[in-house]
């Protein structure tokens, strides 16, 4: 069990905390947006303000993770994200945001999680060793979706008793809690052979481009963003002009999108076990493609709350599993890289996918770019399963 490793342990309950005030930010930066402008392709520039970062810059950071100390890497991303959050609340406090000002904002947030994330994913076998690696994995998931759940409901409350600006400093105070743990922990200590960033992201590309099972789990990854995010970043205007509701209607759906997700994390693992990752992927983007078509033909919170929880939980089995098959199949020595090329694939197609369902929405309408959201995703994923199948137990797979 990854809680008997003390550095795990503090980390997980630390990132828990900072999960919590980034969800509390996010439900705050969307819902303000709504406040700021009637475009619903700047509503979805939100998400991908927050993922643009991560396909551009999140290679670099891949380097960086393999190159030098993965814990001080993280402790400067923290830091910085500390720093602009506590920016972007005193700003909305005195009523300076406009529309691309908060895009900017939520834009550096995501350069601090694109630095961020591969350091952070690649310290886990640091911290349980490879034999617990999947578990961790699973664990740190729950932990993601256990903020979803609460976070969301508890923005749209403090958003409707007080102001966004709130909700911007809790995210703010929430990062001091790994900035605490991470200048405590002491890792052992990595053999790194360190190469100029450039010739070093050439070495993770070549590697990811020369194993079959990698690329084909990097197109899966790329696709399922792509379709993913006509939900996900469409949401905040579906509950304005569709549903009609406030934003504690739109942190109760986020809410509920958290607990689909922290009870098919329960059962993921056992999942992918006894069915395999194909088949639980495939149930993921199922559950996608009816999530969206619901939302679309929704006109009530009520009868759009199935369509979050079905979200939720096809959210954590979709990326989850195939988070678990990239993170099997890197060497150590270039886990970082592995891992940022895997977030920079799978979030640019999120980045990219949340302005074109925008777009789309603003040229027809929601429930029109909703519908061909989920068509996307049901025609990729039938020549995907043909022509790109997941890697087979054991195929590709590193040991230690």
Known sequence: MPFRYPAFRAIWIANLFSNLGSTIQAVGAAWLMTELTDSHQLIALVQASATVPIMLFGMFAGAIADNFDRRRVMLAAQLGMLLTSAVLAVLTWLGMITPYLLLGFTLTVGVGTALNSPAWQASVRQQVGMAALPQA??????????????????????????????????NAASYISMVVVLLRWRPEAR?????????????????CSASSPIRRVLL????????VAGYQALVPAVVRDQLHGDEIDFGLMLGLFGIGSIIAALFIGQARRRWGVERVLTWG?????IAQSVLAASHTVIQALPATFIAGAAWVSAMTSINVAMQMRSPDNILGRCLSIYQAVTFGGMAVGSWAWGAVADLWDLPFALHAAAGFLLVTLVLTRTFAPMPKPGEGRVEE
């Open 191 to 207: 053999v790194v052979e360190r190469k100029p960033i450039l010739p070093a992201i050439g070495v993770g590309i070549r590697f």
């Open 137 to 170: 994995i699973a664990l740190n998931t729950i932990s993601f979706n256990l903020a979803r759940s609460v976070g969301p409901a508890l923005g749209g409350l403090l958003i409707s008793i007080w102001n966004v600006a709130l909700a911007f400093a809790i």
């Open 220 to 227: 899966r990854g790329l696709v399922l963003g792509f379709g």
């Open 285 to 289: 983007t199922l559950g996608f493609v």
